[in-house]
Antibody, heavy 117, light 109 residues
Framework: EAQLVESGGGLVQPGGSLRLSCAASGFTFNTYWMSWVRQAPGKGLEWVASIKQDGGETYYVDSAKGRLTISKDNAKNSLYLQMNSLRAEDTAVYYC??????????WGQGTMVTVSS | EIVMTQSPATLSVSPGERATLSCRASQSVSSNLAWYQQKLGQAPRLLISGASTRATGIPARFSGSGSGTEFTLTISSLQSEDFAVYYC???????????FGQGTKLEIK
């Protein structure tokens, strides 16, 4: 069974940095695009970033460009999101998700990121 | 950016009845439309892709229809476990710029 487990969330001050991780198991990680999707408290879903199977292409929502960086390590079956210059509006649950023909067919349980002083 | 608008924001339906949820795109997305279900405190679950194809393990009471800018998710006979928030998502762009609707909360009447 395909499974994704996120970690690395927490409380960070505005302007600070955080690195999220997502451990994948139960499927051939290096054959899938992967994404991060976030959900602010009480709000809807927002796609954040996607990365190609080999890590050679990455795409971001405009609000993330220049501050958030998606990466993956196929040898470790892991996906990452490096978050810099964090703002209050980045406060959300961050989900790691497997892409299947541009839909999200497997999701992790999410990790909470709170940006506050 | 393609804006997805869902209606209604909240839908009250009795168990056993039919629920019809709508999703409209600000421009054509062809059939590149997915539906997700999210229960409180849980991650979303993929229900429908390609506007009308059920994902693996999704019961037949869930059906999707539409193309272009107008889409519908129908739940034919509501079960207690179906009361949740539903989101539509378009994936028509390349490079990817996926967008979701704001969600419809399906509640027990």
């Amino acid at each position: 069974e395909a499974q994704l487990v996120e970690s690395g969330g927490g409380l960070v001050q505005p302007g600070g940095s955080l690195r999220l991780s997502c451990a994948a198991s139960g499927f051939t990680f290096n054959t899938y695009w992967m994404s991060w999707v976030r959900q602010a408290p009480g709000k809807g879903l927002e796609w954040v970033a996607s990365i190609k199977q080999d890590g050679g292409e990455t795409y971001y929502v405009d609000s993330a460009k220049g501050r958030l960086t998606i990466s993956k390590d196929n040898a470790k079956n892991s996906l990452y999101l490096q978050m810099n210059s964090l703002r209050a509006e980045d406060t959300a649950v961050y989900y790691c998700a497997r892409e299947y023909y541009s839909t999200f067919d497997v999701w992790g349980q999410g990790t909470m990121v709170t940006v506050s002083s | 950016e393609i804006v997805m608008t869902q209606s209604p924001a909240t839908l009250s339906v009795s168990p056993g009845e039919r629920a019809t949820l709508s999703c409209r795109a600000s421009q054509s997305v062809s059939s590149n439309l997915a539906w997700y279900q999210q229960k409180l405190g849980q991650a979303p679950r993929l229900l429908i892709s390609g506007a009308s194809t059920r994902a693996t393990g999704i019961p037949a009471r869930f059906s999707g229809s539409g193309s272009g800018t107008e889409f519908t998710l129908t739940i034919s006979s509501l079960q207690s476990e179906d009361f949740a928030v539903y989101y539509c998502q378009q994936y028509n762009n390349w490079p990817p710029m996926y967008t979701f609707g704001q969600g419809t909360k399906l509640e027990i009447k």
